[in-house]
């Protein structure tokens, strides 16, 4: 039998309606079924980007490694947050589960539904402080390690850890 292939996916997750821990775990849980789970970071709360009017989330990253495309990983991570009772209301709004395609080896893609590497990840406090506990010395495109993006988003934004749950 033939060795699968298994790409290098990076999904950053979030929650900030219920019991936001649960969905984490529920997001997890359905991973599980898309390959194998090579690290989990911590869970740090943030408050929200965009839309402002709704809860601080819960945030993690996930490394995956996964023998889907990336256009099948993106459709069943989209079933992930629909079994989870995601909806679609407001943009930004909140949500019980937010599944992110961030990294998918080093591909970059750009159609409509889906762009990879995500769009602003190098911004945000709440994708690269997770991501940067999966791997701290991997570079980013500014030339900095995924830890230095960390930590200087982290003196911009709010970022608390949690803990670890996974």
Known sequence: MA????????IGAGSNVGRRIVHLGLGIDGLKALGEIAAVSKVYETAPVGYLDQGDFLNLAVHLRTPLAPQDLLRALLAIERRA??????????RTLDLDLLLYD??????????????????RAFVMVPLADLHPDRLAPTGETWAEVAARLRQKDEVHEVGRFW
């Open 3 to 10: 060795d699968r292939v298994l790409h290098d996916a990076y």
């Open 85 to 94: 009772g995601r909806t679609r209301e407001i943009r930004f709004g909140p």
């Open 106 to 123: 080093d591909l970059a893609l750009d159609e409509p539904d889906l762009t990879v590497p995500h769009p602003r990840m190098w911004e």
